[in-house]
């Protein structure tokens, strides 16, 4: 009984002294909070660690002013992912007070993972962005504005603004001639300028707006074109005006402003998602080879073709969208055979005027967008043919007594109605139709075949000194009667555009081949002393030059007519 008792006691003796401990433990925990709590309030190291550790929400925020020189809101650059960041999907969100929208970037570029190498970024900056005088944009308002991902919504607008000079990088604008190596690369998307022809709002001067993409003027841009004689390796060798030595190169840099919207730089990545799964097919002359080669060489930078074609056809093959770039050549587009017809002797061309040509037909269902070109083989000897009977020819025509029903001029316009009316009634054929209107020549002093000339020639044409040509002239005209006529017949779901680039090109005589048309090191390029100018080509396009502002319209075309724009005047 005592030592239980004794034992209680000492118990109850010791309670008091856990007490006091607890307590003093208590108040010194309390006082180890309030001194970490001062140390954090004081010196703040969470965003710190957070720079180190994966690069997680790591913001970069850089300034920025656009052309005009108003400021940027801000450009953020925000990384979701740790470590490097290789996905397509990485966000670039730009907000300015010209343009608030903001569209996905297609850039892979890696992100800073470290403070030193957000530092270094920094560091490769300009202090300030490179200023470009107003005359330079011939506009008073410019805006930014990105490319739309060829994986983004088909409602997303694809603006990256034909007129401008400049790409921008990390939020301001490089210097010209300066542009980033990685442009080129097929997996990384450039931020453009955007200039408008006028002070309207943004939504007038969207590529959407569905205004004239033939009214306007070509301006110079030193970013200069999307591909090089060298970068594209099927080049026609009497088109590769650089690797046969012509000495100057302003003509690759001016590209076509429309006045009243944009026509955005070509786009491979967006033209290919447009076509996915589809067939686009150049049908036609040289001239249409010519555009053909255009197309595939700036496709060809951001991914290298399959080579499917043969002796009938050219055929490039895109694996990534399963898109089919095809050449077919048709002349005249209408039937042809050389056959003794009538008084006409076996040997030279009969053209049936009324009858498409039959070659051509049989593909047309396999066709989705098809790019006509016809023209200038009607200056080439002929017989017309028109309801099973000579009606006409050229430079041929045995009986001078009989004057003749049909000339060459008059024999393009029936042979335009004829193929476009087959195309509008052909019971399988759904596609979208785009005539290319007639290419205009530069021979000066002569035709093509008469010492006719365009040696010399380095920049366009200035507003005033545009000489209408008569011949051209005439064929566009009787080309635009035969759309017409070839549109009231229209029966099936097919849809017919006319690309009307006749007047525009009217002011490109610098971008033709002229005397640099062969490798020839010994060629003659320059007018003898008797003034008899060299043979030369004035007819077909240097590559890259011009010709890719074709394909510029033919994107804009499809874009406007796949995304539901309809509104072409």
């Known amino acids: 009984m005592t030592l239980a008792s004794s034992k209680t006691s000492l118990k109850m003796a010791a309670f008091p002294r856990g007490v006091s401990f607890i307590a003093a433990s208590m108040a010194l925990l309390a006082m180890f909070l309030i ?14 660690v957070s720079e180190y550790i994966s690069g997680v929400n790591r913001k970069i925020v850089l300034p920025a002013k656009d052309v005009s020189g108003s400021s940027l809101e801000q450009l953020t650059m925000t990384s979701n992912s740790s470590g490097v960041d290789n996905s397509e999907d990485a966000q670039v969100s730009i907000r300015s007070s010209v343009d608030k929208d903001s569209l996905r970037s297609e850039s892979n570029k890696q992100l800073p993972t470290t403070k030193d190498s957000v530092d270094l970024r920094r560091n490769e900056i300009p ?56 442009l080129s690369r097929p997996t990384e998307k450039k931020v453009d300028t955007s200039s408008s022809a006028s002070s309207n709002t943004s939504e007038n001067n969207s590529v959407d707006s569905g205004c004239d993409l033939y009214d306007g003027k070509w301006f110079y ?14 080049i026609t060798q009497m088109q590769n ?5 012509r000495p100057d190169k302003d003509y690759e840099n001016w590209r076509w402003k429309p006045s009243q919207c944009a026509l955005p730089r070509f786009d491979a990545k967006k033209f290919l998602e447009l076509m996915r799964g589809k067939t686009l097919a150049f049908i036609g002359d040289s001239v249409a080879r010519n555009q053909m080669e255009s197309m595939v060489c700036l496709l060809w930078q951001v991914e290298v073709p399959k080579n499917r074609g043969n002796r009938r056809m050219h055929r490039w093959y895109f694996k990534s969208t399963s898109v089919m770039i095809v050449r077919v050549w048709s002349s005249w587009l209408v039937r042809q055979t050389n056959e003794k017809f009538d008084f006409a002797p076996k040997g030279v061309t009969k053209l049936h005027l009324d009858a498409p040509d039959d070659n051509l037909m049989e593909l047309i269902p396999k066709f989705d967008v098809i790019v006509l070109s016809s023209g200038h083989w009607f200056a080439k000897q002929s017989v017309y043919v028109l309801n099973n009977e000579i009606v006409g020819g050229q430079l041929w025509w045995p009986d001078r007594s009989r004057p003749m029903k049909v ?13 476009l009316s087959a195309l509008v009634t052909h019971p399988n054929y759904t596609g979208l139709t785009i005539v290319r209107s007639f290419s205009p020549d530069h021979y000066e002093g ?13 920049k366009p044409l200035a507003t005033d000194e545009l000489v209408e040509n008569g011949f051209t002239s005439i064929m566009h005209k009787k080309q635009v009667m035969g759309f017409e006529l ?30 640099y048309r062969s490798p020839d090191p010994n060629k003659i390029t320059k007018v003898g002393p008797n003034g008899k100018p060299p043979p030369q080509d004035c007819l077909h396009w240097c590559m890259p030059g011009p010709v890719d502002t074709w394909n510029e319209l033919v994107l804009e075309i499809i874009r406007r007519d796949f995304e539901g724009h309809q509104n072409f005047p």
């Open 407 to 419: 000339n060459n001029v008059d024999a393009f316009g029936i042979s335009v109605e004829t193929i």
């Open 35 to 48: 001194f970490a709590s001062w140390l954090l309030v004081s010196y703040p190291i969470t965003s710190t």
């Open 486 to 515: 070839a549109v009231k017949k229209a029966t099936n779901k097919s849809k017919l555009r006319m690309m009307d680039i006749t007047k525009v090109f009217g002011y490109r005589h610098d971008g033709h081949p002229g005397p």
């Open 221 to 234: 841009d030193p970013q200069g074109p999307s591909y090089t004689n060298s970068s594209c390796p099927i």
């Open 241 to 245: 005006c650089q690797g046969n030595g």
């Open 127 to 182: 202090e300030e962005p490179v200023q470009l005088p107003e005359s330079s944009f011939g506009a008073t308002e410019k805006k930014v504005s990105t490319s739309s991902s060829a994986s983004s919504n088909a409602s997303e607008s694809n603006s990256v603004e034909s007129g401008s000079l400049n790409s921008r990088k990390n939020g301001v604008l490089e210097k010209p001639g300066q542009l980033s190596e990685s």
């Open 446 to 458: 002569g035709a093509w075949n008469t010492g006719g000339s365009c040696t010399g020639k380095v």
